[in-house]
Structure formats: structure tokens, C-alpha cells
């Protein structure tokens, strides 16, 4: 038979019962019977671990990392900001999960380096090669590079070719439907 409130804790005395408030979870009783935080930082109950700093809270805590780290959560060791790092990215840098990704403004390319950015005069310049041609951007220039369609594929715009058989011809027709060059 439940007899006190379902937020309080029933004990049995001589000849009856007392009803007493439990506390939240993080907070315990105090010295006047209040409920008081529990300092888990302080205490050791907290799961923070490797490089990470305890933050107490009232009814809880955080794990926080250094400056220049970043918060994989909690019990995991904070990683290396790469982006507060000096010369991460030559433009712009942008934290991905688990790593970082660098950016370049319009008009220029990233280059295999993953950091440093180029024009990409194809782009600028809106260079056009021309038919059967695309345009290959390189460390301070660019280049026009042939990509012709093979026999029996079209030129769709840009950097498709589509398959365009003959009537009756079977190896056509079990070739690849359409083609991309990519430079
Ligand atoms: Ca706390």
C-alpha cells in the first residue's frame, strides 16, 4: 500500500511511517534536509577521462576539453582543433566530425595538398575548349584536354557521351549506356 507521494521515500518507524522528499538525481540531502548538488568532479563519480576537464553543474557536471581541443564526448579524449592550429588551411577552415576540411573562395580549387588554393582559370576564365575538349585546370595554368566519345556514343553537354546504337547491333546495345569523363 503506497502511502506516501510517489517523490518520496516511505520508512517504517514504531507504531508508523514517515515520508521522506527524495532528491533529484545529481543532488543528495543535506545537513537541513534540503537537497544540495552532488560535486562529481570532486567526488570521483565523474566519467570525464584522458585530457578532458570536469565542470561541476548543479545536478550534474561536463566534461569540457582545453582550449584549441575539441569534445568527442564524454570519456573521450578532446582532439587537436586542427582549425585553431596555425597553417592548417591557407583560406578558410572548417571542422568536419572527426577531422577538418580547408575552403577556398570562388574560383579557386583546393589542391591535392588539401590546404592550399589555386585559381582554377576554367572556372575564372570561363575557358571553353571547344568540342570534344574540357578544360584541365594546373598549378598556374590550364589545359585543353581531348576527351572524344567513343564509336557509337554522342556527345551530351558538358562532360557526357551517350550511347547512340545502330539498329540490330547487340554488342552496342549491351555497352554502357552513357559515359563521364572526369579530369
Ligand atoms: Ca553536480
Known sequence: QRVCRS?????????GYTCTDLCP??????????CID????????????????????RGSYHC???????????????????CEQRDTCQHECMNTPGSHKCLCPSGYRLMTNGKTCQI??????????????????MRGSYQCIDTPCPPNYQREPATFCLKNCPPNDLECALSPYALEYKL
Open 38 to 57: 552532488i560535486d562529481e568532479c570532486r567526488d570521483g563519480t565523474h566519467l570525464c577521462r584522458y585530457n578532458q576537464i570536469c565542470e561541476n553543474t
Open 7 to 15: 517523490d518520496q521515500q516511505c520508512k517504517n518507524t514504531r507504531g
Open 120 to 137: 582554377d582559370e576554367c572556372l575564372e576564365q570561363n575557358i571553353q575548349c571547344g568540342s570534344n575538349r574540357m578544360c584541365f585546370n
Open 25 to 34: 538525481t545529481g543532488m543528495t540531502k543535506g545537513a537541513n534536509s534540503t
Open 64 to 82: 569540457t576539453c582545453p582550449r584549441g581541443y575539441r569534445s568527442q564526448g564524454v570519456g573521450q579524449p578532446c582532439l587537436i582543433n586542427e
